[in-house]
């Protein structure tokens, strides 16, 4: 579903902010804006700015959005609180406004009003691309980095980070380039942890400029970002969404809503919610507009005040349904495992997903909004048919199968002669993934110079994981050997002779380890143990490359080894 949505986030900072907190109220002041500011103040549309504040003798303050022009001015109120005289909000650009903060005092009949202008026309930056913090609100102890990308890179070019504020006189943070380059990213560490002696530990908001330099020692290119420090937590709203934000009139939805670090949560036009002993909060409600309306969920807390807000739009029009989302996660699989479908509809009666070519572990039937696994054999594409009275609307998603290929997987440890228990039960051997997508090796053959056996189970290998095959998953039998991923029969390796162990995806062989039996050597309870440097199909060719097992794994009696975890380096 498309979110149609503002965020805002307000922020009564309850310590340090407290100059001009606690000495206001009184009859005989009129109230004063001390600071009204907002940074970076030229962003783009959809971005965020911090707004900050700071009065004398207030007791309550309101912010709007001003439109329209002199003489015919309109006001959307953003914020209004007799709790933060101080503080801060997060505000989410859309369009050019001018903001207005307003500050009253009970006591008196003045009222102090300052106002800013906000714009998203941002000129075009050729080198500095991005300049966003990783996370825009910190609590004690929490760190951030704030994150650049430039494109056109020369030698000399360098960055400087500091903090935008008038009096401030710190020294500048500095990343050097030393090589042309068509993109580099980067970060700078922003930081309130215990531990740091950075000058960019600060306490409360701030904000932070990059300007970069060209080889000349030039400044070229400027942005700014901001980061936010508190001392108690924000409330955190986690999601705040709707079943659907288009319905038909007489229609209804459901609005959920998850929050933390708060001690209520009121969704507007309804009860408060209060939240549990841990400050968490989790509810839904239906509603039933009779015309398009934005709902605004609050969420108070010791640390403040958090506002999102989103639309539900009732259409007069009948429409036919939309599809808002229909994805495939991961969108490439190799055989055997699953992919995940996820969709989201709007005003559909119902929705039907068929596959092509056709996929059985479709589920028959299916919600208006939903997911479901699927587990093709082959490269499939789905089509979903939302569908209502009006009409019907179509969407795709794509899962690729690949199948394995040669080197796509890694025989990595091979326990060939083990101590003192039987190698008919003791005998054992890893397989690694050396990629990023998940393996399932049921359906492999397994096989020496003597015998193969086929593994009938899922086994399902993640990128950069290992599986554990072994003879017998008796403890007694295999030395307390950690629990098989498979357990096989039938094969046996020869630690005196010539021969081989193979990994077999029908006609293809995914991998090999041969051994002569003569400069291949082993060393009873011990197994070859491939070098994590070269865990690949081809460095595990030769013998250079192993070493013996380099400790016994845990409950072992005798034998060494890494059995289904990381190697060790041999050197």
């Known amino acids: 579903m498309t979110k149609i949505t503002k965020h805002l986030v307000a922020c009564a900072v309850v310590a340090a902010l407290a100059s001009g907190c606690g000495e206001s109220s009184g009859p005989r002041y009129t109230p004063q804006i001390l600071q009204f500011a907002a940074f970076p103040i030229d962003a783009y549309e959809g971005d965020y700015r911090l707004l900050s504040w700071r009065t004398e003798y207030a007791d309550r303050i309101t912010i709007m959005e001003r439109t329209g022009a002199e003489g015919d001015y309109r006001y959307h109120v953003l914020f209004e609180s ?4 101080n503080g801060a909000l997060e505000y989410r650009v859309h369009g050019n406004v001018t903001l207005v903060l307003r500050a009253y005092n009970s006591g008196s009949r003045r009222e102090a009003e300052e106002a800013i202008d906000i714009t998203v026309d941002v000129p075009t930056s050729d080198h500095l691309k991005a300049f966003y913090p990783d996370a825009s609100w910190l609590g004690p102890g929490e760190c951030a980095k704030l994150n650049y990308t430039i494109a056109g890179v020369a030698a000399g070019m360098s960055l400087h980070l500091g903090i935008v504020e008038e009096d401030w006189s710190g020294d500048e943070m500095v990343h050097n380039f030393d090589a042309d380059g068509d993109i580099l990213s980067g970060s700078f560490e922003v930081t309130d942890c215990a531990t740091s002696t950075s000058f960019l530990k600060i306490s ?10 060209n080889a000349a020692g030039e400044p070229i290119e400027y942005a700014e970002n901001y980061v936010g420090f508190f001392e108690v937590p924000l409330p955190e709203i986690i999601s705040f969404t709707a079943d659907d934000y288009t319905i038909m009139p007489g229609g209804m939805t459901t609005v959920q809503w998850e929050v933390r670090e708060a001690e209520s949560v009121e969704l507007s036009g309804y009860t408060p919610q209060y939240c549990d002993a841990w400050g968490e909060c989790r509810g839904n409600a239906e509603v039933t507009p009779t015309g398009t309306i934005e709902y605004t969920l609050t969420a108070t807390g010791p640390g403040g005040v958090m506002v999102d807000r989103l639309t539900i739009v009732v259409t007069t029009t009948p429409t036919a349904p939309i599809v808002e989302s229909f994805t495939a996660a991961p969108t490439e699989i190799r055989p055997g495992t699953a992919s995940t479908l996820s969709w989201d509809t709007t005003l559909a009666t119902s929705v039907t997903i068929v596959g092509a070519p056709a996929d059985s572990s479709l589920p028959s039937t299916f ?5 479901a696994d699927v587990t093709p054999t082959a490269t499939t594409v789905y089509t979903l048919t939302a569908t209502n009275s009006v009409g019907s609307t179509p969407a795709t998603a794509t899962v690729t199968v690949t199948p394995l290929a040669a080197g796509d997987l890694v025989i990595s440890e091979i326990m060939m002669n083990p101590a003192t228990v039987a190698d008919t039960t003791g005998e054992w051997f890893e397989i690694y993934n050396p990629g990023t997508m998940t393996v399932n090796l049921n359906g492999l053959t397994i096989g020496t110079g003597s015998a193969t056996d086929t593994i009938d189970s899922d086994v399902l290998v993640a990128g950069s994981n290992y599986a554990l095959l072994a003879l017998s998953s008796t403890t007694t039998e295999n030395d307390n050997l950690p629990t098989p991923d498979f357990v096989y029969a039938g094969l046996a390796f020869d630690e005196s002779g010539a021969d081989a162990l193979s990994v077999i995806d029908g006609s293809t062989t ?11 050597t082993v060393t009873e309870g011990y197994s070859w143990s491939l070098d994590s440097s070269t865990l690949t199909a081809t460095g595990n060719d030769t013998f250079g490359n192993w070493c013996n097992g380099a400790a016994m794994w845990t409950g072992a009696s005798s034998n060494y080894g890494s059995p289904g975890a990381a190697n060790p380096s041999c050197s």
Do not use: C, E, K, R
């Open 367 to 371: 919600t208006n909004d939903g997911t």
């Open 82 to 85: 007799d709790m933060t005289p």
């Open 510 to 520: 995914i991998d090999t380890v041969a051994w002569d039996g003569s400069t291949w």
């Open 204 to 213: 409360h908001h701030t904000g932070f400029y990059a300007q970069l330099y």
